[in-house]
C-alpha cells in the first residue's frame, strides 16, 4: 500500500481570533492578510498532487490558517478534495460549527477537526478570545456527532503548564476523540517563558499517569504522546526498547521536518515547517514541490549536525522538537532546552 504524505496548508490568515502565542500574529503582527485565489489553490493543489505521483505517495491535506473555514472558496475546495477522493483533516476554530456544518464536512471526506485548548477557562481566554473556552467543549459534541474524529491540542508553556491535568479531565469528560499536546515555539515578542527540563519532565510523568488511570477506566480518548521527547521519556521508564535489528543511519521516528511533511502558506511560501522560524524554502506558485524535497529540503536532513541529538542512542527515534530549539537557541540543530537527558562524551 502507498504512504500518505502530509501537507499542512494554510489556505487564509483570516482569523476569530488573535491568539497571543500564534506565529502568525507574533512580534509585531501582521499588517496585510494573506488568503489564495482559487486558481492559486487549483495551481497548489496540482503541484500536491504532481509531488504524489513523483514518489508515489498519496496525499493527505491538514487544511488550516488561521481559520480555512473564512475562505469564501472553503466550500468549492472540499468540493474538490472529495472528486478527487482526497483525506483531510481540518485544524481551525470552534465558531462556526453547528451539526449541520460538521455532517457537510463529513460528507466531503473530513477525518479530524482538531481545535485547541491552551488552559482552562480563564487562562484560555486569556490567550485566545473570551468565552473560546466553553464554545470549544460544546463544539466537540457536534463534531462527534458527525462521525469525525474530534482532537483537542493543547500548546504548553510556563503559563498554563499546572493546568494540563485539569484540561485532560475536561477534554474526557466533553468526550473528545484525541488528545495531544505540544510546547510553545518562542518566535519573537515573547508571551511567554520557557519551562526548564526538569518541569517539563514532571509534567510528563503528571499526564503519564493521568493516561493511565483513564485507560484503565475503559476511557475512549486517545492520549496522542505527540512530543518526542516522550520517547526519552518512555526509554527511561521501560517502555520503548532499542530494536535490536536496527539498521544503522535509518530515522525510524522523531520530528517529521524533512521526512514526510511540507507547509504551504497562503502566500505561496514553502516551510519545511511552519514553526520553524526562517525555514522557508520555495515558492508553491514558482517552484515544483517535487524538486523542492530532494533540493532545498535537504539541509533538513543532516542528522549528523545535531549539535546533541547526534550522540545520543535514540537520535533515530526522538531529536527532540527542533522547533522549539530553533526558537530558544536559534539553529534547528540546536540542543532541545526542555531535554533533560545528559549526553556523555
Request: aromatic share 14%.
Amino acid at each position: 500500500m502507498k504512504q500518505y504524505f502530509s501537507f499542512q496548508w494554510h489556505i487564509t490568515d483570516e482569523c476569530d481570533q488573535r491568539c497571543k502565542h500564534c506565529y502568525i500574529f507574533s512580534g509585531e503582527g501582521k499588517r496585510c492578510l494573506d488568503s489564495m485565489t482559487w486558481d492559486e489553490m487549483t495551481e497548489t493543489l496540482a503541484n500536491i498532487e504532481d509531488f504524489c505521483a513523483v514518489y508515489d505517495r498519496l496525499p493527505y491535506i491538514y487544511l488550516t490558517g488561521g481559520d480555512p473555514i473564512l475562505h469564501p472558496d472553503f466550500w468549492r475546495l472540499l468540493e474538490l478534495f472529495h472528486e478527487k477522493s482526497i483525506p483531510f483533516t481540518i485544524m481551525g476554530n470552534p465558531f462556526h460549527l453547528n451539526d449541520q456544518v460538521c455532517r457537510e464536512l463529513r460528507f466531503y471526506g473530513c477525518k479530524k477537526y482538531q481545535l485547541s485548548l491552551d488552559g482552562l477557562r480563564e487562562t484560555h481566554d486569556w490567550f485566545r478570545k473570551p468565552g473560546s473556552f466553553d464554545c470549544t467543549l460544546e463544539k466537540i459534541g457536534c463534531i462527534n456527532r458527525a462521525g469525525i474524529k474530534s482532537v483537542i491540542m493543547t500548546t504548553v508553556s510556563a503559563t498554563n503548564r499546572m493546568e494540563v491535568p485539569g484540561i485532560i479531565d475536561a477534554v474526557v469528560k466533553a468526550g473528545v476523540d484525541i488528545f495531544a499536546f505540544s510546547r510553545y515555539v518562542p518566535t519573537g515578542g515573547e508571551v511567554d517563558t520557557s519551562m526548564s527540563p526538569g518541569e517539563y519532565r514532571e509534567l510528563l510523568s503528571v499526564c503519564d499517569r493521568k493516561f493511565k488511570e483513564y485507560e484503565a477506566e475503559g476511557c475512549k480518548t486517545y492520549f496522542n504522546k505527540k512530543d518526542h521527547l516522550w520517547t526519552l521519556y518512555k526509554y527511561e521508564t521501560g517502555e520503548f526498547k532499542l530494536p535490536e535489528n536496527a539498521v544503522e543511519g535509518m530515522i525510524y521516528g522523531g520530528c517529521n521536518c524533512g521526512n514526510c511533511h511540507i507547509t504551504i502558506t497562503p502566500s505561496g511560501d514553502v516551510f519545511a515547517c511552519r514553526r520553524v522560524a526562517g525555514s522557508r524554502v520555495g515558492s508553491v506558485f514558482e517552484d515544483r514541490l517535487a524538486d523542492i524535497w530532494v533540493c532545498d529540503m535537504e539541509r533538513y536532513r543532516q542528522f549528523d549536525k545535531f549539535e546533541k541529538c547526534s550522540k545520543c542512542e535514540l537520535m533515530p527515534y526522538c531529536r527532540g522538537c527542533p522547533a522549539v530549539a530553533n526558537g530558544t537557541g536559534g539553529s534547528f540543530y540546536a540542543p532541545d532546552p526542555q531535554c533533560w537527558k545528559e549526553i556523555r562524551e
